[in-house]
């Protein structure tokens, strides 16, 4: 067992195979690390559960059962869009699930700083996730925990904008049995589908229902049923299937409402909600294979601020033969306001954006409204000075010529007389 005088950190050996190199999350399951897989020479992220030092030994099991359970689910699925699971390690009788590692930002990361995602971009990231979760429920697994926070988007390297699911952590298989303790509800409430917030057993409907409000949240800027912190005061508003209303779907709210449908029986499924995402996407994306397998363009504004501050073309830094492309900038510019869409280049979606104005500061003559003549430099007033020097030398020399004339002729005068 692990205690806390010797939990693992960094440059912690686990299962004697990955070295860990920093904690990058944590959950309600446990930490995530970046580590390094020492026998294949990779970088994995390894789900560290929590320790089960000082669990009773029954809750202890639970425990690791749950985490092996969540390895051999994850692995049977293999999709673009949902991350890989590549092994379950056993370290001090501890269990450690080893995952694919995607340097990305997640949808909730987005939401905290640009507020919402246009409906476009909205339906094309949650129709590739519908599609991970439609094989995910052909192979009999259920994710239970889909929400904003457990959608990747890739922010670097060749495969930026492609989106994963991730955390697999409380997935469940339609033919386990259940493992965790009778009326433990488990899971993020702001995103369970009704039957679940009154203690029904999850199914397929159940995770159609969270995607929705995922999608809800994403384009409104807040789940469904607010931003209640009190736990049981959200699950009742859950249970009671209404939500607040719909203000910035647009085309998409018909959409939305079906998959947010407080009757589980007259929902679609997750492959009809896929179709249905795509379809609406497609109308702007231009065709059905662009929505689910190209990339995405949504970043926070802070790494779309950091790729749009580069240098001018030409000069060290800028994109060109030779050097490295610029970094994409996000389709969510303002997210609070809405923009109108456009076809770019490469296909992807991005909103129409005017530039931001640069308010009027009197010390800066660059930002001046109008015409402004701006002061001269301490250069150009050197320049000056100069110039006015040299033309009082000059005249303070033809004064010593004409004065020196003045009193040789002077001279000669009265020698001659």
């Given at each position: 067992?692990?205690?806390?005088?010797?939990?693992?950190?960094?440059?912690?050996?686990?299962?004697?195979?990955?070295?860990?190199?920093?904690?990058?999350?944590?959950?309600?399951?446990?930490?995530?690390?970046?580590?390094?897989?020492?026998?294949?020479?990779?970088?994995?992220?390894?789900?560290?559960?929590?320790?089960?030092?000082?669990?009773?030994?029954?809750?202890?099991?639970?425990?690791?059962?749950?985490?092996?359970?969540?390895?051999?689910?994850?692995?049977?699925?293999?999709?673009?869009?949902?991350?890989?699971?590549?092994?379950?390690?056993?370290?001090?009788?501890?269990?450690?699930?080893?995952?694919?590692?995607?340097?990305?930002?997640?949808?909730?990361?987005?939401?905290?700083?640009?507020?919402?995602?246009?409906?476009?971009?909205?339906?094309?990231?949650?129709?590739?996730?519908?599609?991970?979760?439609?094989?995910?429920?052909?192979?009999?697994?259920?994710?239970?925990?889909?929400?904003?926070?457990?959608?990747?988007?890739?922010?670097?390297?060749?495969?930026?904008?492609?989106?994963?699911?991730?955390?697999?952590?409380?997935?469940?298989?339609?033919?386990?049995?259940?493992?965790?303790?009778?009326?433990?509800?488990?899971?993020?409430?702001?995103?369970?589908?009704?039957?679940?917030?009154?203690?029904?057993?999850?199914?397929?409907?159940?995770?159609?229902?969270?995607?929705?409000?995922?999608?809800?949240?994403?384009?409104?800027?807040?789940?469904?049923?607010?931003?209640?912190?009190?736990?049981?005061?959200?699950?009742?508003?859950?249970?009671?299937?209404?939500?607040?209303?719909i203000t910035r779907a647009g085309g998409l709210s018909s959409i939305l409402l079906?998959?947010?449908?407080?009757?589980?029986?007259?929902?679609?499924?997750?492959?009809?909600?896929?179709?249905?995402?795509?379809?609406?996407?497609?109308?702007?994306?231009?065709?059905?294979?662009?929505?689910?397998?190209?990339?995405?363009?949504?970043?926070?504004?802070?790494?779309?601020?950091?790729?749009?501050?580069?240098?001018?073309?030409?000069?060290?830094?800028?994109?060109?033969?030779?050097?490295?492309?610029?970094?994409?900038?996000?389709?969510l510019n303002e997210p609070s306001h809405p923009h109108q869409p456009t076809q770019?280049?490469?296909?992807?979606?991005?909103?129409?954006?005017?530039?931001t104005p640069i308010p009027y500061n009197p010390t800066d003559y660059s930002s001046?409204?109008?015409?402004?003549?701006?002061?001269?430099?301490?250069?150009?007033?050197?320049?000056?000075?100069?110039?006015?020097?040299?033309?009082?030398?000059?005249?303070?020399?033809?004064?010593?010529?004409?004065?020196?004339?003045?009193?040789?002729?002077?001279?000669?005068?009265?020698?001659?007389?």
């Open positions: 067992m692990t205690s806390p005088a010797d939990a693992p950190g960094p440059s912690y050996l686990v299962a004697g195979r990955y070295r860990l190199i920093r904690r990058i999350g944590h959950g309600g399951m446990g930490a995530v690390w970046l580590a390094h897989d020492q026998l294949l020479d990779r970088e994995v992220a390894v789900k560290q559960v929590l320790t089960t030092s000082g669990m009773d030994d029954s809750v202890a099991e639970t425990s690791r059962a749950r985490a092996l359970r969540e390895g051999r689910l994850a692995a049977r699925l293999s999709h673009r869009n949902a991350i890989a699971m590549h092994d379950v390690a056993l370290d001090r009788d501890e269990p450690w699930l080893v995952m694919e590692f995607l340097p990305s930002h997640s949808v909730a990361d987005v939401l905290q700083q640009n507020g919402t995602i246009e409906p476009v971009e909205a339906a094309q990231i949650c129709a590739q996730v519908a599609d991970a979760i439609t094989e995910a429920h052909a192979s009999g697994i259920i994710h239970r925990d889909i929400k904003p926070a457990n959608i990747l988007i890739a922010n670097t390297g060749r495969n930026v904008g492609l989106v994963k699911i991730t955390d697999f952590g409380i997935s469940r298989a339609k033919d386990d049995v259940t493992i965790t303790q009778t009326g433990v509800v488990t899971g993020t409430p702001a995103y369970f589908a009704p039957e679940v917030a009154r203690g029904e057993e999850p199914g397929e409907a159940s995770d159609v229902y969270s995607l929705g409000s995922t999608l809800y949240t994403m384009i409104e800027g807040r789940p469904p049923f607010g931003n209640e912190d009190n736990y049981i005061a959200t699950l009742h508003r859950v249970a009671l299937g209404q939500i607040n209303p079906k998959l947010l449908e407080p009757n589980p029986a007259n929902r679609p499924t997750m492959a009809q909600a896929r179709d249905q995402l795509t379809q609406f996407a497609a109308d702007t994306l231009g065709t059905t294979d662009n929505v689910l397998t190209g990339l995405v363009s949504t970043r926070p504004l802070a790494e779309q601020n950091r790729a749009t501050t580069l240098p001018p073309a030409g000069q060290p830094g800028a994109s060109g033969p030779g050097t490295s492309p610029a970094p994409r900038t996000s389709a770019v280049a490469s296909g992807h979606y991005a909103p129409r954006t005017t530039p001046a409204p109008g015409q402004y003549t701006p002061p001269p430099t301490y250069y150009q007033q050197q320049q000056q000075q100069r110039g006015s020097d040299s033309h009082a030398g000059l005249a303070a020399a033809i004064f010593a010529v004409f004065a020196l004339l003045t009193a040789i002729i002077a001279g000669v005068i009265i020698l001659v007389m």
